[in-house]
């Protein structure tokens, strides 16, 4: 049977429908059979899903009426679409915004040069970045955690230059990951079950945490099967392909420094920091990074520091440093975490460990430090782009010694569907907590929808997944699964700054503005929702570059899933019908007759040089 074309003619706009008849759990099925695994073989989740995928419900009709027919005949559909060209195979691992050779033209005061800087309008590549020849479907979790196809990340000089710190391992077609690090060579269980003897990391009160300077992120690695959820950053630089490697074996990272500008994340998030040999000089600039870290940090939160210069008098021969050089960096240290008023909790062999006061309560005296420079509490969450300064975040008020600042939070899972502290204090204009539940009764609904059209949702074939817009998290909540995780994006223009709300569920999220490119390697995700995106960005900058954006971080037979306005969709996949994607149009779950409606596409397979020129 014929899928029926749609008409944009605006005399007949009032009746057009456009009939599907081809079942969307079919369409993802067939592909499932043929998704590429480890080794280049059928995806045997898939296969053995389609076995068991006899009943394939036909989609819906979707209907186009004149309440919701809008802008639908500003595009001519009959105009055969753009097609884009793939990239020069040079650019198989652009990342727009941490381009060396641009890098390169920035001063290296405070790694000013490692941070985001994005090519001009007149710069940006209109081209689909290819995928290295014989990329492949990663491997599943948690076999991924442990093993990475060489041909997806094809860069051996970490196996070399870590190769006495059990980074990584080249074995064949593949990469192994024993699980050390430069301070945990024994691997990153052992270091990790020293921590707890500290810290309360099985009790779920831990459960996001941010790395700073995280390698290949086996720290982040290690701490999933505990339940904690850690982001992971470093910079893109001389470590070839560190934060690459992290996110092939499915770990939470993104390109990242500290360096002269604000991280992208709010104020009291993380409830563990954490730095092992990051090499981030933290006594420097009066304290600037500790300082960062604290904002970040929730009141009670943890701050590890391992390796130089902790227990330098141990250690300073092994290190082979100057005695003097390494007590004057650990003295600035302590004097920081006084100042800060973090209190020390332990310090053995080379790790160190401080917690952050619950409130301000027993910080009184540094009111009347010369030293103490205080951050206007309405700037804290004011990141994008803003330049870090050198002052203390303050903390919310309290009304008893005993109170935690902000809030207390619930253990995880609890906390998923507690209402978060800043939502029950009202802090968020806009959101009450009957709004918040009500927000998430609506995400169980349409993530249900979702799972009815792509089956794969479930099956442990999507690992990395990204919501371009992702409001209360409520997308994300519904979707929490052991098989996956969600890097929740808080557009920087979005009405409501939420992303605190965010992480208070304990989830993990990041600022971005998508008229500029994602701080991450191509093909980075699995799976990408993008809920009103388009709308919100409809005025803002050219549609065209966000798609060719999601392109490029989308792995091959990766999927996405738009929900928006039909009006909007339409321009959407006119673009897409260019970009080697496959798309189809389904009605919103509760009919026709809504005008939010829902497109899914599939990025099919491809690699450098197959079926087309490239653009120099």
């Not at 050779?101 to 040069?113: L, V």
């Not at 210069?309 to 141990?314: D, M, T």
């Amino acid at each position: 049977m014929a899928l029926k074309p749609i008409s944009t003619d605006t005399r007949t706009r009032s009746s057009i429908q456009i009939s599907i008849v081809v079942g969307l759990c079919c369409f993802f099925y067939i592909l499932g059979a043929w998704q590429r695994s480890g080794f280049g073989k059928g995806d045997s989740i898939a296969l053995e899903m389609t076995k068991h995928s006899a009943d394939c419900s036909i989609v819906p009709t979707l209907n186009f009426e004149t309440h919701h027919a809008g802008e639908v005949g500003n595009v001519d559909e009959s105009e055969k679409p753009k097609s884009f060209e793939p990239c020069h195979p040079r650019y198989v691992d652009y990342t727009p915004c941490q381009d060396q050779s641009r890098a390169m033209t920035f001063p290296r005061d405070n790694m000013m040069y490692r941070e985001r800087h994005c090519p001009r309008e007149e710069e940006k590549l209109h081209c689909l970045v290819p995928a290295p020849n014989g990329y492949v479907t990663p491997f599943p979790w948690p076999k991924s955690r442990d093993y990475v196809p060489y041909a997806n990340a094809p860069y051996k000089a970490l196996t070399i230059e870590k190769a006495i710190q059990n980074w990584i391992q080249y074995e064949g077609n593949v990469f192994r990951f024993p699980g050390g690090g430069t301070q945990f060579p024994q691997g990153a269980d052992k270091y990790i079950d020293q921590l707890a003897k500290v810290i309360p990391i099985t009790n779920g009160m831990v459960r996001t945490a941010l790395d700073t300077g995280c390698g290949v992120a086996s720290w982040g690695a290690y701490l999933w099967s505990r339940n904690v959820i850690a982001m992971s950053f470093a910079p893109r630089d001389s470590h070839e392909a560190q934060v690459q490697f992290a996110l092939e074996r499915g770990v939470p990272a993104v390109i990242g420094v500290l360096g002269t500008i604000k991280m992208p994340y709010p104020s009291r998030v993380f409830d563990m920091a954490h730095c092992s040999r990051c090499l981030i000089p933290w006594g420097a600039n009066d304290g600037m990074y500790m300082k960062e870290v604290d904002r970040v940090l929730r009141p009670g939160g943890y701050w590890v520091l391992s390796g130089p210069p902790i227990n330098w008098r141990n250690n300073y021969r092994a290190w082979q440093r100057p005695k003097k050089e390494l007590e004057e960096e650990q003295k600035k240290i302590e004097e920081v975490a006084k100042l800060l008023c973090w209190e020390k909790k332990h310090e053995k062999g080379e790790i160190a460990i401080w917690q952050k006061r619950v409130n301000d309560e027993a910080c009184r005296s540094r009111q009347h430090n010369s030293q103490a420079n205080f951050c206007k509490a309405e700037e804290a969450n004011d990141v994008w782009y803003k330049k870090m300064d050198a002052c203390l975040t303050p903390y919310p008020d309290v009304s008893n010694p005993e109170e935690v600042a902000g809030g207390k939070l619930k253990p995880f899972p609890e906390r998923l569907y507690a209402v978060p502290p800043r939502v029950a204090s009202g802090s968020v204009p806009g959101v009450s907590v009957e709004t918040y539940q009500e927000d998430n009764e609506k995400w169980k609904k349409h993530v249900g929808a979702y799972k009815k059209i792509n089956r794969l949702i479930d099956s442990g074939r999507y690992r990395n997944i990204l919501d371009m817009n992702a409001g209360l998290g409520g997308f994300a909540a519904a979707l929490d699964s052991p098989k996956l995780w969600v890097m929740n994006v808080m557009p920087t223009i979005a009405e409501k700054d939420t992303l605190g709300v965010i992480f208070e569920r304990g989830l993990i999220g990041i600022y971005h503005d998508w008229c500029e490119a994602f701080s991450t390697y191509p093909r980075t995700y699995d799976l990408i929702h993008a809920h009103g995106l388009f709308s919100l960005y409809k005025d803002k900058c050219n549609l065209e570059d966000i798609l060719l954006e999601m392109d490029r971080i989308l792995r091959p037979e990766g999927a996405v899933i738009f929900r928006d306005e039909v009006d909007v969709l339409i321009k959407v996949k006119k673009i897409t019908a260019g970009m080697r994607w496959d798309t189809k149009m389904v009605d919103h779950e509760d009919g026709p007759l809504v005008p939010e409606k829902i497109l899914v596409a599939v990025k099919r397979y491809w690699v450098i040089g197959a079926n087309s020129t490239s653009v120099q």
